[in-house]
């Protein structure tokens, strides 16, 4: 149980395009979903809160019209990165907190989707 | 000063030993420790999760939080190439949803 999926894995973009990634919890419902980068061998990086049907909450620095999130639905949130630059390549990472049950407090991951920006 | 410190290594041990992760915080406000694994390239996998003080074992991970002295470790029995990856300690406090993490420690088990 508490499967997380990430969709796409890997995606390359030319800079000025936007790109979406979409963040899926498979076998439970998730209340609160976070959106994390990672750079190479460095610890994750929060990058904003999401709570279903409400606005993001995004960590200092991190620039809401530049990464839209939307959590539409209690097993569904997307990251969108607007006109993408290639200091944006990084690894991005969702993750979600059960809405319920012994694990309710932690989060599970999803794989993570690599975005490249040419 | 960090709220959570964690060596990031790296650490390297032979195929069989006991390997022994640690983490330190400041803040004694916080009840739920976590342990993940990250493989490189890949998202994080909860290995333990324990609430407030005391031992969790699964298997040949026992993870041990000691609330008075604010330290945390995790244990890896019998070690074994395929526990080689990035550990990483979590922990909330109550109430919160954020989680704060250590830096994460690269441990590689030599065959």
């Known amino acids: 149980g508490a499967v997380v999926s990430q969709h796409p894995s890997r995606v390359i973009c030319k800079s000025g395009t936007s790109v979406k990634i979409e963040c899926r919890s498979l076998?439970?419902?998730?209340?609160?979903m976070f959106w994390y980068r990672q750079f190479p061998k460095q610890s994750l990086m929060l990058m904003a809160t999401?709570?279903?049907?409400?606005?993001?909450?995004?960590e200092q620095g991190v620039e809401k019209d530049k990464f839209l999130i939307n959590h539409a639905s209690l097993t569904l949130s997307t990251l969108t990165v607007t006109s993408a630059h290639p200091e944006d390549s990084s690894f991005y990472i969702c993750?979600?907190?059960?809405?319920?049950?012994?694990?309710?407090?932690?989060?599970?991951f999803g794989p993570g989707t690599r975005l490249l920006v040419l | 000063q960090k709220e959570v410190e964690q060596d990031p290594g790296p650490l390297s041990v032979p195929e069989g030993a006991i390997v022994s992760l640690n983490c330190t915080y400041s803040?004694?406000?916080?009840?739920?420790f976590m342990w993940y694994r990250q493989y490189s390239r890949k998202g994080p996998e909860l290995l333990m999760y324990?609430?407030?003080?005391g031992n969790k074992e699964d298997g040949r991970f026992t993870a041990q939080v000691d609330k008075s002295s604010k330290y945390i470790s995790l244990f890896i029995r019998d070690s074994q190439p395929s526990d080689s990856a990035t550990y990483l300690c979590?922990?909330?406090?109550?109430?919160?949803?954020?989680?704060?993490f250590g830096q994460g420690t690269r441990l590689t088990i030599n065959p």
């Open positions: 993750s979600a907190r059960a809405f319920g049950g012994a694990f309710r407090e932690t989060q599970y």
């Open positions: 076998d439970f419902q998730a209340t609160t």
């Open positions: 999401s709570n279903e049907g409400s606005k993001a909450t995004y």
């Open positions: 803040n004694s406000a916080f009840q739920y």
């Open positions: 324990t609430y407030s003080s």
């Open positions: 979590a922990m909330k406090w109550q109430g919160a949803q954020k989680l704060v």
